[in-house]
């Protein structure tokens, strides 16, 4: 078999790479071409691929462009070659992470038998590990389409159901008889996936009893070359983009992948008028179409991208959050993003109605955000990292959809930042000064606490969130989305932003969502890059004069698209790969879009402002010459852009002949005009980029605590464990164990597991020690109606239904034995949905008399599992002592996305002093 993943060096012959060839006495996979040959140079080269002007090489594959509108790509994808045939898996109940130990997964070897039989695991009894110890001969590999009959015994949970109705779980929980709906098998090697909340859309992975002897049983087929992913071999232009700006460069292959995003983005509109997000993906969703947006189609497709904004508002008048974790809003906030798109489309068209239309709507959501997601000890939003919605993919699997809501994201708060400050800017153009200077000072609040907050000194970037429970902690991964908007949307300054651009990993293939990886979870956010993210990289890159990651920011969006011929929505950062990520569709809106937006706003340095445009090119030195842009629209003028040299400091710069002062076109201007640009060829300051090697972070230690010590099992790679209390660091120790003091006060522990290369797991969950001492429960059937509803697992004598029709307000008096802070949080059932998708999270304001606390959110937990009880987030308040009246109540702003559906069960309230 051909090796995919040889060194760029190991190129094509001379004669068939046409004029895209090797430097001399590089070795070749073949014959050397003749002497004679004209040898060229790459324009840009690494260890993974190699770019010419009118082609690529990555190994054995070669893209090409036959001229500017014909691409060929010999691409085959190696995602089942060479797999191993140890295939590592656990059972699902309802699809959660339920059955043992994270870390500990059955094992079995998926080698062909002798005599030709099926291969088949023993009857494993659910929680019982199991480990196949047969040896695996040297080069022996997964083969190609292996069916493997897996076989569970649950008689054990079955006797228990019918024992006492429920089913203890290792970790303490009870599945009740009532909320048990399916039994999955998760694994590592496909179509096994590690993606539990997913579990659900996978049927072939649901193991079934037919004859209901309480052995279940599935056949899944491993390795399956049928369902191999391929992409196209030849792309050629079908479709008229006339309309659109027409880029010539030297440099074919680039102009080529421009003018199939084109051809894309043409494709890319609906019947309707709107956006679809991608060939797979029908619809609108509001942080794609609006990060596409910024990146282009506000300049290329405007009235598209205003029927799209507005699909994605709400009947009441605010933007609409994405369906996501635990029923979307609030656990997920980056909807604001949406204002930024709407900012953007008023730049490029200068439409005042459009403003007027969409202030409304900003200002009505920003301000339900405050009462309900912004954190004012911080200073920051609360809620899921921006388009990472993939709660396993960057969250570790204790994390919960409530405990996202209470994380603090970099890239969600860049994007409420630039929001807030959207929206000061829109006021002041409509003449309402006392809400610009509100929102400025809000969005200074924010930019306060990203750097006060999550700002890593000694890494040079920003830390990926706060997350724990009453105390947080920030995550050292980058996370690379939220460090470009850093940049991009001035959270930095100036010096801090030419460190977070040098200092951010970045590995072969291009800039990963987030670095270093998380431990057992398969590609998707977790090593990937997605080429818009790396778009938004590159144009941070080019705003701090980073040729070095702009450049190879270019290339690294190009080098997918040319190979698979189409603008992917994302691939696989260790190796490159289309075909290796959980989910990925062509044609994806936001991919092309960032193609296009490092034309026009990279290379170009197009910067769109509210009265005017100006130029700001960055033509890194391998890319120069003479490149033109036709027929760009510009609000009513018409532009001819011609672009010649190379660095970013301009020689000249000229309007149909005369000097163009500030490089600046002011939005009065109208009509045909041609743009005249040459830079100095100067070369900006040498500045460096963090490349890295693919790494895996330890997994997460599971903490439990007995007679004075923390104890957890042996974390596979680690050297050290660094123990946290109340968030903050307390001791270090190289097993896994730790004496800790018998607590005088409310006390949390957690456990990091850390590497040879220093690279540090995530921080275990909250271990409250002696907790009960400082903690008062107060059963809400005392105060309300107890629903006659039958769900199981509630405490006390019954509990409590909250919805937009029964019992909207619900007050409870507690007793506060002495002055102190609280965490008041109440224990809960949402059956609405699932964990990681759908729109019923419910939300209330907590109420001390007229005083508002804070907001608790209280988010789905499973389809129909109203026994499955679990914590809301713990609202942090000061109280003095003696009796106060707690108000738990439905408000406006606690409107969700669904907009109807907005309940849950309560058992109890809980108070606890934690300083």
């Known amino acids: 078999m051909r090796n995919p993943f040889l060194p760029a060096g190991f190129l094509l012959t001379l004669g068939l790479l046409g004029s895209c060839q090797m430097p001399k006495n590089t070795p070749t996979t073949s014959a050397p071409a003749p002497a004679a040959s ?57 699809g959660k992470d339920n059955e043992m130990q994270p870390g500990q997964d059955h094992i079995f070897m998926a080698i062909p038998k002798a005599d030709g039989t099926g291969l088949e695991t ?88 037919p004859d209901g002897n309480g052995i279940y049983e599935a056949t899944v087929v491993l390795n399956a070359h049928s369902d191999a992913k391929t992409t196209a071999g030849r792309w050629k232009a079908t479709l008229d983009v006339s309309a659109f700006p027409k880029l010539t460069s030297d440099y074919p292959l680039l102009d080529a992948l421009y003018n199939l995003a084109l051809e894309e983005a043409k494709r890319s509109v609906e019947p309707d008028g709107t956006f679809r997000t991608g060939q797979e993906w029908a619809g609108v969703w509001t942080r794609d179409i609006s990060y596409s947006i910024i990146l282009s189609q506000a300049l290329l497709q405007p009235e598209v991208a205003k ?16 369906t996501g974790t635990g029923g979307a809003y609030p656990c997920s906030t980056d909807r604001i993003i949406w204002a930024t798109a709407a900012w953007e489309i008023y730049k490029a068209t200068g439409d005042e109605a459009w403003l007027r239309q969409v202030y409304p709507i900003i200002k009505n959501s920003i301000e339900d955000d405050q009462q309900v997601a912004y954190d004012p000890a911080t200073g920051l939003v609360r809620g899921e990292s921006s388009f990472l919605d993939w709660r396993e993919q960057t969250y570790p699997k204790w994390m919960q959809p409530v405990d996202i809501y209470q994380s603090e994201t970099l890239g969600t708060n860049a994007a409420h930042f630039q929001g807030n400050q959207v929206l000061a800017m829109m006021a002041e153009k409509l003449g309402h000064s006392e809400v610009a200077a509100k929102h400025r000072k809000a969005a200074e609040q924010i930019k306060a606490g990203i750097n006060q907050h999550l700002w890593l000194e000694e890494k040079g970037y920003y ?13 050292p991964k980058a996370e690379a989305l939220g460090e470009a908007l850093t940049v991009l949307f001035g959270v930095t300054d100036e010096a801090r932003a030419r460190t977070v651009v040098a200092s951010t990993p970045v590995m072969d293939y291009g800039v990963p969502c987030i670095y270093p990886q998380i431990s057992g979870i398969p590609p998707y956010h977790n090593n990937a890059v997605w080429p818009f993210v790396q778009s938004y990289w590159g144009l941070a890159a080019a705003k701090v004069g980073n040729e070095a990651s702009f450049l190879e920011s270019l290339m690294a969006v ?33 991919s092309l879009s960032g193609t296009l937006g490092l ?27 003479t490149r033109k842009l036709a027929g760009f629209k510009y ?42 640009i040459e830079l100095a060829n100067e070369a900006p300051a040498t500045a460096s980029q963090n490349k890295v090697a693919h790494h895996v972070a330890p997994m997460t230690p599971a903490v439990a605590y007995s007679s004075g010590r923390l104890t957890w099992a042996p974390i596979e790679g680690a050297k050290a464990y660094q123990v946290l209390r109340n968030g903050q660091f307390v001791g270090r120790t190289t097993t896994p164990e730790f004496t800790v003091p018998a607590p005088v006060a ?68 507690v007793q506060i034995p002495e002055t102190g802070l609280y965490a008041i949080d109440f224990r809960y059932a949402n059956g609405n949905g699932p964990i990681n998708t759908s729109n019923k999270c419910a939300i209330r304001a907590l109420r001390l008399g007229r005083q508002q606390l804070g907001t608790v959110v209280l988010p789905q937990r499973g389809v129909e599992e109203w026994s499955d009880w679990g914590f809301s987030n713990p609202v942090l308040v000061r109280l003095e002592k003696g009796s106060h009246p707690l108000t738990l109540a439905y408000e406006p702003a606690n409107t969700n996305m669904n907009g109807e559906v907005n309940q849950a069960m309560l058992d109890y309230l809980r108070v606890t002093r934690v300083r």
């Open 599 to 625: 034309v026009y706003k990279g290379v170009f340095g197009m910067d769109f402002q509210a009265d005017r445009l100006t130029f700001r090119p960055f033509v890194p030195q391998a890319l120069q010459g």
């Open 635 to 676: 609000r009513q003028a018409l532009l001819d852009v011609e672009l010649i040299g190379y660095g970013r400091t301009i020689r000249s710069i000229t309007l149909d002949g005369q000097p163009l002062p500030d490089a600046t076109v002011h939005s009065t201007l109208t009509g045909s005009h041609s743009i005249r």
């Open 463 to 475: 830390g990926q969130f706060l997350y724990g429970r009453n105390f947080l902690s920030v995550s």
């Open 38 to 94: 004209v040898v060229a140079a790459p324009v840009w080269q690494s260890a993974a691929y190699t770019v010419y002007r009118d082609s690529l090489v990555q190994g054995s594959h070669t893209a090409r462009a036959l001229s500017r509108t014909e691409l060929t790509s010999d691409y085959q994808s190696p995602a089942n070659e060479f797999q191993s045939p140890q295939v590592n898996f656990k059972f699902s109940l309802n």
């Open 307 to 322: 029927t799209s904004l507005l699909r994605k508002v709400s009947k009441t008048g605010r933007i609409i959050q994405d």
């Open 122 to 209: 023993p009857v494993i009894v659910f929680g019982q590990h199991y480990v196949d110890k047969t040896p695996v001969p040297a080069d022996t590999y997964l083969a190609p389409n292996t069916p493997l009959k897996i076989r569970l015994d649950l008689r054990p949970m079955l006797a228990a159901f019918q024992k006492q109705g429920y089913y203890p779980l290792y970790n303490g929980q009870k599945l009740y008889k009532e909320d048990f709906k399916h039994v999955f098998v998760a694994g590592n090697t496909a179509p096994l996936s590690w993606d539990f909340d997913n579990l659900i859309n996978k049927p072939q992975l649901e193991l079934k009893d």
């Open 558 to 590: 190009a080098r997918p698209a040319a190979l698979f011929l189409t603008d992917k929505e994302n691939f696989v950062a260790s190796n490159g790969d289309f075909a290796g990520t959980q989910i990925n569709s062509s044609n994806m809106l936001w």
């Open 746 to 813: 409310y006390t949390e522990y957690q456990v990091l597991a850390v590497d040879a290369a220093g690279f540090e797991s995530f921080a275990s969950e909250p271990l409250p020690v002696s907790a009960d001492k400082f903690r008062r429960t107060y059963e809400l059937e005392t105060t309300a109606s107890k629903s006659p509803k039958s769900y199981k697992g509630y405490t006390g004598k019954g509990f409590v239904e909250t919805s937009t029709t029964q019992n909207r307000s619900l007050t409870t008096r």
